[in-house]
């Protein structure tokens, strides 16, 4: 276990450098001009609902609690000393904006009204949208255009739900037709931001007026040079993520499979070479690629070396730049870190299989069809690389903290794909254990005391990691632990994930580091928990790491997790 492990980290520290998508401005053009198809017409409105120009904020506190108040004060947790703070900590997670009022139907007359709900943890925010009677403030959730309805929490005790319903003003497209041979598919995370919350607007989101298409009203990307995304606004503000991709892999994005395509790359001598090729970089249930947008000095350093189902693939004429020092927007950075999964894997088969196999230098690799480059039409380079060659991360060291208000037998179980350890021995039907209310725990099956349960194993589950925000190296040690105590984790815990996690941070050779915490109920998929008797409260921490060379987003402030009643915790880790 030690060398596998070692291998997974040695693999992923060496293709930290551009392993994540560069973020880049979806429409800017390259050097070679791409004229963007003209709109037939524009973005209308088809009466069913009368848009506000200008959105109205709409209090919380007086639409959704006055008129039950005192059911709501029953639902309070024993975290909180009085019913004021309780109301004024569910107040400041929701934000509502009247956007317009529809007009037809069974709620003729009733408002349109967007939803925010910050999420209590690591997580970004969920949104919903309701039909709001307001002469009686009765609350109807419109389930179509939700996006995990089951999330919105607090809201959900006092709002009616409508299932069949169809609004063709909030409907939108699978795909947009923005390019002639660019995929822009909509991901499986529906929305992204909203355009007028005092939230999102923090963030760097910046109006595209290029694009024609009539899909949306408006378009967005985030960051100045987002190439990966492109965010479609809905005439509510909502923004709708769609992901920016070369058409031979568009089938990998709608599916949710990156387990790569069967594809030959026939170059410009004639031959051809059949691999199985992905442009999606998989760790422990993240899929994320890699898209770069070169200089044009970068640019004129590469070469078409032949063609890949239908589209050029290319590479660069010389390696002569540094990969060490070179930035993780760079081609030449992205190259490394394919060539590096390559060395990795070679080292692993050398000492944890005892296989031989011959060496390639770079050349050899590249010379081979292991690695080369697709220009989208947007300016932009997505990596491919042969599956064989592909990073092998695990889920590092998640641990898992029970504290039940009496001493309490449990049952615990995590689904995932493959273990590599545990601590004590998972069985079959996992771990069975009496915990009590300060945390130790009795395992049944050797009678043995453990401070927590502790796994780390495989996921061949997908999701999809926006860009995350970034520290310099050297303040990891102090700012850190502040963001881990924001999220929910007393100081034992942050005490035991800094006491792990630090000598691997200190290892990235990089100076900043990028960090990326998986929302919780995307991780939940990745590895689902499964508990008896159910927790009252959960928390679930994963970070997503890696080394990058200059400086990006701000560390936010998280909304801290409330623990109450059988509270439980588990953070856990893995390089990107």
């Not at 050398?350 to 196999?357: C, P």
């Not at 292991?370 to 997505?382: E, Q, S």
């Not at 929302?519 to 927790?535: E, G, M, N, S, Y």
Request: with cysteine; aromatic share 12%.
């Amino acid at each position: 276990m030690k060398k596998l492990y070692a291998f997974f980290l040695s693999t992923l520290l060496l293709s930290a450098c551009g392993a994540a998508p560069a973020p880049i401005t979806p429409v800017e053009t390259p050097t070679t001009p791409v004229e963007m198809p003209a709109a037939e017409t524009t973005f209308q409105p088809s009466g069913i609902i009368d848009f506000l120009d200008t959105p109205v904020e709409l209090s919380y506190e007086d639409l959704m609690l006055t008129p039950h108040k005192d059911e709501f004060i029953k639902s309070m947790p024993d975290d909180f000393e009085t019913a004021d703070a309780y109301l004024s900590y569910t107040k400041d997670l929701v934000s509502l904006w009247k956007t317009g009022t529809i007009k037809e139907g069974s709620y003729s007359g009733q408002a349109l009204v967007l939803a925010r709900l910050s999420c209590d943890g690591p997580c970004p925010a969920t949104y919903a949208r309701y039909a709001l009677d307001e002469a009686t403030n009765k609350w109807t959730m419109l389930v179509p255009y939700t996006e995990e309805p089951e999330a919105m929490g607090p809201m959900l005790m006092y709002a009616n739900t409508e299932k069949n319903i169809s609004i063709p003003d909030l409907e939108v497209p699978e795909e947009l037709k923005i390019f002639p041979n660019t995929k822009v598919e909509r991901t499986a995370v529906t929305f992204g931001w909203n355009a007028f919350s005092k939230f999102d607007s923090e963030n760097k989101l910046k109006q595209i007026t290029s694009i024609q298409d009539p899909s949306f009203p408006k378009y967005y990307s985030y960051g100045e040079d987002d190439y990966s995304y492109l965010l479609g606004m809905s005439p509510d503000g909502l923004l709708n993520k769609y992901m920016i991709v070369p058409q031979t892999f568009a089938t990998e994005v709608s599916s949710g499979d990156s387990g790569g395509k069967e594809t030959a790359l026939i170059k410009t001598s004639g031959e051809e070479v059949s691999k199985t090729y992905t442009m999606f970089l998989n760790g422990c249930g993240f899929r994320t690629y890699q898209v770069i947008k070169p200089s044009e000095e970068e640019e004129r350093g590469l070469e078409k070396i032949g063609s890949f189902d239908g589209e050029d693939a290319y590479m660069l004429k010389t390696m002569g730049e540094n990969p060490e020092t070179a930035s993780d927007k760079n081609l030449l950075a992205g190259l490394y870190a394919a060539y590096n999964n390559y060395l990795a894997k070679i080292e692993y088969l050398k000492g944890s299989t005892n296989e031989s196999a011959d060496q390639m230098d770079l050349e050899s690799f590249i010379n081979q069809g292991n690695a080369f480059f697709l220009k989208m039409d947007n300016g932009a380079y997505v990596l491919v690389y042969n599956t064989e060659y592909a990073p092998m991360a695990e889920c590092g060291k998640p641990v898992i903290y029970l504290y039940p208000e009496k001493p309490t037998t449990v049952n615990v179980q995590v689904g995932v794909d493959e273990f590599t350890k545990t601590e004590p021995l998972y069985l079959e039907g996992g771990w069975t254990v009496l915990a009590n209310p300060d945390g130790l725990l009795k395992n049944l099956a050797d009678g043995l005391p453990y401070p927590y349960l502790f796994w780390e194993g495989k996921s061949y589950k997908n999701i999809m990691l926006g860009t995350g925000w970034t520290l310099k190296k050297d303040e990891v040690a102090t700012a850190l632990p502040v963001a881990l105590t924001q999220m929910g984790l007393n100081a034992k815990e942050t005490a035991d994930f800094m006491d792990f996690w630090s000598p691997r941070l200190a290892a990235v050779a990089s100076p900043y580091i990028e960090f990326n915490f998986v929302p919780q109920r995307l991780f939940d998929q990745v590895a689902p928990l499964t508990i008896t008797p159910a927790p009252d409260s959960i928390l679930r921490i994963f970070m997503y790491f890696k080394g990058v060379n200059q400086a990006g987003a701000k560390m936010p402030a998280y909304t801290p997790f409330v623990r109450h009643g059988f509270t439980v915790i588990e953070w856990g880790g893995t390089l990107y």
